[in-house]
């Protein structure tokens, strides 16, 4: 009898640990980085509830109707839930509409219908979403791909009502009281082809009381009234006193009866919230578990899977399933429904870095089908997406569509037909379009000319020379790969233009007119000009394809490395320059207090990794671990800047899995130091990949030795297809940096340079 009740106890013990184990969405802070501003962010995120890669998302909502900053976690009331689909606090939202619970009156205004609250009564989960405000209504929220499962519970003997607001521009109602049911569509947002709409329903399990529609420009009200369109039309709901009331909403780009149909399909079988809860963590869990960390502080996991989170956020699925189960979407660019699929919701200049090819390593399927997307994109409207929320922008610098192409078939993602994809990028590169400046090329007549972009004639001139050239790397590559000689040819000739830009008497990349003279006045910490949210210190290291040749244009290894190390070591000056005052990625430069190593903005977040090319990669371990632990934390100061759809995150993830993607395009990953004793990938294909590092410890950052699956491993890199292949990379780590690893021509990471 003890026998069986040890076994049972045992067997209890082991189901309980591994549940443990499991359940990592505990270690997920949604509010991480919230506690931003336009003077200073520390993330610029929302408490996003969602699903990963999720159509909708649902935030609480601090900020006025139309204002970038959402949610703010300084601010003490809320006056909505939002369904959200913002990238950022500077990129406007789109198809938002949001519902407000308020007691004892009808207030529908909404700088009077908020309610006080604090971060003591809120938990934030990617699963599940839950606020008591002090006047005791509480608010509840799980999420479904294009949907969410809320509940409302008022006090008792309160007068409840729920408010339907419609956010800025046109909006549609129509109450349905004895199907307890709402129905409409929003069509906010910037950019849209004509016929964006999305339609939404919204069914109750609890009767009205008494309904009504307003509009939120006069804020006036029409008792009774079951339907209103126009601008800013929403409507009201009264429900007995004291209600408990669980809502269904689902919303649809195409149709209003698709809105239906993703309604049943994703939230028909849930009776309670909970269960919709408990769906969307088993989703997390799943998709939090292609990563397991063990080893480290609960803080170190719970930053590392709060980054996780926020990795898994973009893209934004924008495809819809029909009643056979089949993906088609409307297509913001033509405004036209296709069958396929497509993504959107980022900023390909944030993103190239780490977030997509972070991507290929944990989700190839969904990468594979992001590829066909792209191609779609460009035969709806002309370009290849550069930044997308949903239609394109074309806002920022470079033509990096085509470093993801090109990333995902160097990987063996090969869902797409290149020649199509370089004949579109051959497009984007030798044109402008009518959109933004990485909508086509700003200065691409001079650039093959001059084989540089021209400052002042054209802003920014210097970054884009510089990612241009990387790009016609991109191009080349795919070209190359694939026996396109045509394209690999034209590429071939702009690889090195990076060289252009650089001025041997000053050592940095500078700005050069059109006759070939510099930019006067040269200042390396002076912002702007030609150069991107930045400044020469920052845009030196961006020859991401040719490392190699970077460090024989300044002057050898040792020059190199000491660039590197004065980084880190000048002061913390910032010029304005033509900026004309303090923006926010200056502040936090110098808040980091890190010399002019900016890792709240991309241009420099690879730098780090480069002391691997030149002989020194102990500096690369050292500087990686100091950056994940002096700039990254679990909170909603958990940021060195803005998040950036992913981008800062998956820095931290790859970083913290001792690797990253220096050159995407490229099938190397370069190595730095992991953050934990232990990291197993779970890959899609069903295998397993496992980083050893057993004496890893916050002092014990140094790589000693290495082996990969039994065998001696002196490399600075490792190769996708390692990954993807299983195996198990050991790491000897150490307190002291081991100098005579890793240094030979063969250990060093792709450069075009040999």
Known sequence: MKFKLFTISFCFLCISTYAQETNLVRYVNTLQGTNSSHELTRGNTYPTTALPFGMHTWTPQTGKNGDGWKYQYQKDKIRGFQQAHQCSSWSRDYAVFSL??????????????????????????????????????????????????????????????????????ISSIHIFPEQRKITGYVNNGEGFKEGFKSFFVIRFDQPFKAYGTWENKQNSVQAAAKTADGAGKGAYLEFNAGAKVQVKVASSYISQEQAELNLATELGADQTLEQTKAKAAKIWNETLGKVVVEGGSEEDKATFYSCLFRASLFSRKFYELDKAGKPYYFSPYDGKVHPGYLFTDTGFWDTFRAQFPLNTLLHPQMHGRYMQSLLSSWEQCGWLPSWSFPSEAGSMIGNHAISLLTDAWVKGIRTFDPATALKAYFHEATQKGPWGPANGRDGWKEYYQLGYVPYPQYREATAKTLEYAYDDFCGYKLAKMTGNDFYAGIFERQLFNYKNVY???????????????????????????????????????????????????????????????????????????????????????????????????????????????????????????????????????GYPGDEDQGQTSSWFVLSAMGIYSVTPGTDEYVLGSPMFKKITLNLENGKKFTIDAAANSPENLYIKSATLNGKSYTANFIRHSDLVNGGVLKLEMTNQPELTRGLTAADRPFSLTP
């Open 503 to 637: 001025d041997q008497k000053s050592g940095f990349m500078r700005g050069k007119d059109q006759d070939g003279k510099w930019n006067p006045n040269f200042d390396p910490a002076e912002w702007g000009g030609p150069f991107t949210e930045g400044n020469a210190w920052h845009w030196e290291w961006s020859v991401f394809h040719d490392i190699n040749g970077l460090i024989k244009l300044t002057g050898g290894q040792e020059n190199f490395t000491k660039k590197l190390d004065s980084v880190f070591s000048v002061p913390n000056r910032v010029n304005t320059g033509t900026y004309g005052g303090m923006i926010h990625e200056m502040t936090e430069m110098v808040m980091a207090n890190m010399g002019q190593y900016a890792h709240g903005n991309q241009p420099i977040q690879h730098m780090p990794y480069l002391y691997n090319y030149a002989g020194q990669p102990w500096k690369s371990q050292f500087h990686t671990r100091n950056i994940m632990y002096k700039l990254y934390n679990s909170t909603e100061n």
């Open 100 to 169: 407000m619970p308020v007691i004892d009156e009808l207030v529908v205004d909404e700088n009077k219908r908020e309610a006080k609250f604090s971060h003591a009564a809120e938990i934030a989960k990617p699963n599940y979403y839950k606020v008591r405000f002090e006047n005791k209504i509480t608010t509840e929220i799980s999420p479904t791909e294009r949907g969410a499962h809320l509940r409302f519970s008022y006090p008792e003997n309160k007068k409840s009502y729920l408010v339907l607001d419609g956010y800025t521009h």
